[in-house]
């Protein structure tokens, strides 16, 4: 066994290198990490309404989950969310105050039901509620876990800063590694992955994407009516 005081050296040589390449990766980017945490925590108080075509997948052991949705949100707590393409395809569901109301696609759209917000029919197959695909989900992951470098990318139609996450959680799991995208004009998020080793591997088990997004628009309160 190595002495404990060669273990802290060890400990104190990684932590300093961690910093350095930190510190070479802000100088070279022009922008530090918190800079970019602190510009999205702003630009998500400025927020108070929201409309995106939200992609989502979703992965627990061997199932999938592939979900478009028309997504609308009005803070404090209005979501609405209809289901373009995937699994139910058709049904709607306007969140507020704790509670759900739930329309279903197809023959029985007629029959709205009133559901907790865990209920199973309201939930991802890995329990993600509704009130999770808000920006304030990933502004809590970027605040509450320790990001380990920074990019940037071009994705899709954006400019964007790639803030990268090692070990970390949220209230439901433990992820290997997260990226999250950060729009490099609005510094809102755009994207999320999330990866957890599996046998080994590095597998992603959920993803997001937030295309056509518009912020500050007005949304008619019928919208956030079932």
């Given at each position: 066994m190595k002495p404990l005081n060669y273990q802290k050296k060890i400990k104190h040589h990684f932590i300093l290198f961690l910093s350095f390449i930190?510190?070479?990766t802000s100088l070279s980017l022009g922008i530090s990490i918190d800079e970019v945490i602190r510009k999205a925590q702003e630009a998500n108080n400025k927020v108070s309404t929201l409309?995106?075509?939200?992609?989502?997948?979703?992965?627990?052991g061997n199932n999938e989950e592939y979900i478009t949705y028309k997504f609308y949100y009005q803070k404090p707590d209005k979501i609405r969310l209809e289901v373009l393409e995937g699994k139910d395809k058709g049904?709607?569901?306007?969140?507020?105050?704790?509670?759900?109301?739930?329309k279903k696609g197809g023959l029985l759209s007629f029959i709205p039901l009133s559901l907790n917000v865990d209920d199973p029919l309201a939930i991802s197959i890995r329990k993600g509620q509704i009130p999770d695909l808000t920006f304030d989900y990933i502004i809590?992951?970027?605040?509450?876990?320790?990001?380990t470098g920074l990019k940037e990318?071009?994705?899709?139609?954006?400019?964007?800063?790639?803030?990268?996450i090692g070990n970390s959680r949220d209230k439901l799991y433990n992820y290997s590694f997260q990226r999250i995208y950060i729009e490099k004009n609005s510094f809102l998020p755009v994207s999320l992955e999330q990866y957890e080793d599996i046998k080994g591997k590095r597998t992603l088990v959920h993803r997001r994407i937030y295309k056509n997004l518009q912020i500050n628009i007005k949304i008619d309160p019928q919208i956030f009516e079932i």
């Open positions: 930190l510190l070479s409309y995106s075509i939200l992609e989502v997948y979703n992965r627990i049904t709607i569901m306007v969140y507020q105050t704790g509670k759900v109301r739930y809590d992951l970027l605040i509450n876990n320790n990001p990318i071009a994705f899709l139609n954006y400019n964007c800063y790639i803030v990268e």
